[in-house]
């Protein structure tokens, strides 16, 4: 009995190893996953320090999500999530119609670069739509994907450049949270990541438009909004017309006219949630010699 019950604890830690093994074998295949799609798709470099599927629980987590910028510009990076929660079983993913009740993005960091002619987001934007417009090998039917509620929080974008109007070439701004309702496309099976990227893309930059920030081009604006149009589906879903034309407002006085992707959540209160009293983004030119100013249109 004594040996048998020796050779029960050795196999039970044995499984229990294995299990361990699989778990964490799982979330380092997912960072690979996410490695791979992000780096082919975006054509730059895509990751992440932790990939946790949540297999035994209802939601999924990324920490540290990184997209590099493309090569010539001068911030290593382009965009940084620092936390990103997606409430869902795994399972739903695999199904035709993914309906995933939360999306939280916490601590989103972006760089906007022009350097001559080029822009960073739109050179990104641009390498979407080359992998998209692919022939399509597929046989099966189109995903339906909605957030039911969609959260930004923590938003930070750093400019410079001639993107930048402004004395001394850059600026730091802060954007208040985002918070969207049923936000959603309906998209072929192997065009879904990218066309998720573009909407989230679009759902920052009408952000910007409806939070103006002093000394952005309007002009360089409006090209990474004609980047967008082009990603081919998106216009199937009557999304990308109307962000580019909000986007191609700021300065303009024309921001905040089109409401955007999705229903801005304004809870039992019945209002949305505000930065400061004027209602546009806090900036910091550090090369303005006034220091810290809020931005105007």
């Known amino acids: 009995m004594r040996k048998l019950g020796k050779i029960s604890a050795i196999v039970g830690c044995i499984l229990l190893l294995l299990i361990i093994v699989l778990y964490l074998s799982v979330d380092l295949l997912a960072r690979y996953a996410l490695y791979r799609a992000g780096t082919d798709l975006m054509g730059v470099n895509t990751t992440a320090s932790s990939v946790d599927l949540g297999i035994f629980r209802k939601s999924t987590t990324i920490t540290d999500l990184v997209i590099d910028n493309p090569e010539g510009f001068k911030q290593p990076k382009m965009l940084v999530v620092d936390n990103m929660y997606i409430e869902g079983r795994l399972g739903t993913f695999l199904s035709s119609n993914i309906q995933v009740p939360l999306v939280s993005l916490d601590g989103f960091t972006m ?36 957030i039911a509620r969609l959260e930004i929080k923590n938003i930070k974008l750093t400019a410079e450049g001639k993107i930048v109007s402004i004395a001394g070439g850059r600026l730091d701004a802060t954007l208040p949270k985002i918070e969207l309702a049923d936000v959603g496309t309906e998209s072929d099976p192997d065009k879904l990541l990218a066309h998720v990227i573009g909407i989230m893309v679009k759902i920052v930059l009408n952000h910007i438009a409806d939070n103006p920030i002093k000394g952005l081009s309007s002009a360089a604006i409006s090209q990474v909004g004609n980047a967008i149009e082009s990603i081919p589906g998106l216009k199937q879903v009557g999304l990308g017309k109307p962000i ?21 959540i304004k809870g039992a209160t019945g209002h949305g949630s505000k930065s400061n009293t004027n209602g546009t983004a806090n900036t910091n030119g550090t090369g303005n010699a006034n220091g810290t100013s809020k931005g105007g249109s």
């Open 111 to 146: 760089d906007l670069e022009q350097i001559g002619d080029r822009i960073n987001v739109s050179e990104v934007v641009s390498n979407i739509s080359k992998e998209v417009d692919q022939p399509d090998d597929s046989s099966g039917g189109d995903v339906t994907l909605n």
């Open 244 to 264: 580019a034309e909000a986007v191609r407002g700021v300065g303009q006085g024309a921001a905040g006219a089109i409401s955007g992707i999705g229903d801005v």
